[in-house]
């Protein structure tokens, strides 16, 4: 249950008697709320280890959809983080994709995925992923109009399809959110621990300003970054609700290291009452106000985030929570189902 599947929540909301179709289904992973759905599977779910290995049979997706038969719909909706957008409808049908991201695998990131695949997968992905690129290219035209999550999607969006989109920020449960009367003197990083989040970052950046630094989450590096981290970082791998709303609350303000398509996190902490010290690219670029909610950073290099720091410590003199709390209302639930309706009733 993360982003992609908080979306789908809500188009549930709008339209609460649709169908859903994918690629993978594991009940047990997923809300009441979609297990309550008609939730029908491409050949995809039948195929060994498919809830667990289903990354490695993307070669056989654009298939799988184009197998779907949706001749009986008349509104079909796309979230598209992958090649769900591919699926052929009805040619009185409207298509509607809400693209979280073109598939970053295959387009911008390609060589950072490569670099990192085992010796077989870098063997096979340049001739898997040209073809499939040119998939991706000839499906957008299949697509009656695009949404994009974020300003920065929507520019790739134009890039990669050379198609136009609106952004329609995703939707964030802020009500669950609020400020607290004491803030610690802890600095939060919340994410997986993965090479793209860029974890290392904000480990290297707290070792030489001694800050301290709590980092929630897991993943494959967090071993590695146990290890080189000084004792003023702490490391927590998981979270229920109920503690991380009181620690973003309570932190002094929240790193961000990543490049995000969006970032849910950012505006969870600003309707938390707390700044943002983050990347200026991606999503944060939509969320966070430089010098009012929060201080933004150029590049991901241990100096610039360091700086960064700096200037939030100067920051958070003349901070008022409630500026936060206001930026964090723009995402909210009840904006997004407007927008999303009035997009899906488009012509």
């Known amino acids: 249950m993360r982003g992609g599947e908080r979306v789908l929540e809500r188009l549930l909301g709008l339209y609460p008697d649709a169908d859903i179709l994918t690629h993978v289904y594991d009940p047990a992973a997923v809300s009441a709320r979609i297990r309550a759905a008609n939730v029908r599977t491409s050949f995809i779910n039948q ?30 909706i796309s979230s598209e983080a992958g090649p769900a957008k591919g699926v052929i409808t009805a040619p009185n049908a409207r298509h ?6 073109p598939m970053r695998y295959i387009w911008d990131h390609y ?27 000839s499906s957008s035209a299949r697509v009656d109009h695009f949404a994009a999550n974020s300003s920065f999607i929507q520019q790739r969006i134009r890039k990669f399809w050379r198609r136009e989109a609106e952004v329609i920020h995703p939707p964030v449960e802020t009500s669950l959110f609020s400020p607290s009367s004491e ?7 919340v994410g997986q621990m993965v090479p793209y989040k860029r974890p290392d970052l904000a480990v290297d950046a707290f070792n ?45 303000a929240l790193v961000m290291t990543a490049e995000e398509d969006f970032g849910l996190t950012p505006v969870e902490a600003m309707a938390s009452g707390r700044p943002v010290v983050g990347l200026g690219r991606g999503g944060l670029v939509d969320s966070v106000v430089p010098d009012r909610t929060g201080v933004l950073f150029a590049r991901q290099e241990v100096d610039d985030l360091i700086e960064a ?21 723009r995402f909210s639930v009840a904006r997004f189902d407007r927008k999303m309706r009035r997009f899906t009733q488009m012509n």
């Open 309 to 329: 720091v700096s200037r939030m410590e100067n920051f958070l003199r003349d901070f008022d929570p409630r500026h936060a709390v206001e930026q964090a209302e």
């Open 47 to 76: 195929l060994p280890y498919a809830r667990k290995l289903y990354q490695y049979y993307l070669p056989l997706m654009p298939m799988a959809l184009e197998e779907l038969d949706l001749s009986d719909y008349d509104l079909v």
């Open 111 to 137: 060589h950072q995925y490569r670099k990192e695949a085992n010796l077989l997968a870098r063997m096979a992905m340049p001739t898997m992923y040209h073809r499939l690129r040119e998939w991706d290219v």
């Open 96 to 101: 509607f994709c809400y693209c979280h991201s």
């Open 208 to 252: 030489a300003n001694g800050l301290p630094l709590v980092m929630v989450g897991s993943g494959g590096m967090e071993k590695a970054l146990k290890a080189r981290a000084r004792p003023n970082i702490r490391f927590v791998s998981h979270l229920d609700f109920a503690q991380l709303r009181q620690t973003y609350a309570r932190a002094r």
């Open 183 to 189: 803030i610690d003197d802890f600095y939060l990083w």
